[in-house]
């Protein structure tokens, strides 16, 4: 089981907003990272730290943490963020690392 | 830019042992900031984080593998290594290598390879 615990599943409307989430005591220590894994291909990272996007993710992403709660949003979701997303950060331990379970995000 | 290629023996049959190599191209793997990580996904699953090495040969493996998990560098070369001994059906997975990062609070991986499937079977 994973210390990160994520719904399996959300979607949203294309164009509207949505918000995944991660839940785990360690998210009250560390932030989390968030991934964005299509079918067949690598994960690629979309968010890590303090809502810090690497270069060319979109400004539709965010991430934001409360408690022992981190969150992905998507601003105007669109077809193209239809994908796995998972988030990752340190375990209760500090020693190690842990992956949420995943939540499969659908774009109607 | 840093690009990482996974690559090893697509089967391995039961109780043998798993060996794959990440190749680092277009940076140092000797540089003191990262982290070389393996992930692995079995089929229609998450993601499970293996273990990482410091270029120091440093390691830490997810408790759930260590007792069959080794990871190796050799700087020389620009690769790191995977071992997984003893392996199972249960193993089959698409393995992954990525470049981790970490500062205090938080970890994220910036670099994956492309993965590569392993299948254990007879």
């Known amino acids: 089981s994973s210390e990160l615990t994520q719904d399996p599943a959300v979607s949203v409307a294309l164009g509207q907003t949505v918000r995944i989430t991660c839940q785990g005591d360690?998210?009250?220590?560390?932030?989390a990272s968030w991934y964005q894994q299509k079918p067949g291909q690598a994960p690629i990272l979309v968010i890590y730290g303090h809502n810090n996007r690497p270069s060319g993710i979109p400004d539709r992403f965010s991430g934001s943490s409360s408690g022992n709660t981190a969150s992905l949003t998507i601003s105007g979701a669109q077809a193209e963020d239809e994908a796995d997303y998972y988030c990752h950060s340190r375990d209760s331990s500090g020693n190690h690392v842990v992956f949420g379970g995943g939540t499969q995000l659908t774009v109607l | 830019q840093v690009q990482l290629q996974e690559s090893g023996p697509g089967l391995v049959k039961p109780s043998q042992t798993l060996s794959l190599t990440c190749t680092v191209s277009g940076g140092s793997i000797s540089s003191g900031r990262y982290y070389w990580s393996w992930i692995r996904q079995h089929p229609g699953k998450g993601l499970e984080w293996i273990g990482y090495i410091y270029y120091n040969g440093s390691t830490y493996y997810n408790p759930s593998l260590k007792s069959r998990v080794a990871i190796s560098v050799d700087t020389s070369k620009s690769h790191f290594s995977l071992e997984l001994s003893s392996v199972t059906a249960a193993d089959t997975a698409v393995f992954y290598c990525?470049?981790?990062?970490?500062?205090?609070?938080?970890?994220?991986?910036?670099?994956w390879g492309r993965g590569t499937l392993v299948a254990v079977s007879s």
């Open positions: 360690s998210l009250r220590n560390y932030y």
């Open positions: 990525a470049r981790g990062y970490t500062v205090v609070q938080y970890w994220y991986f910036d670099v």
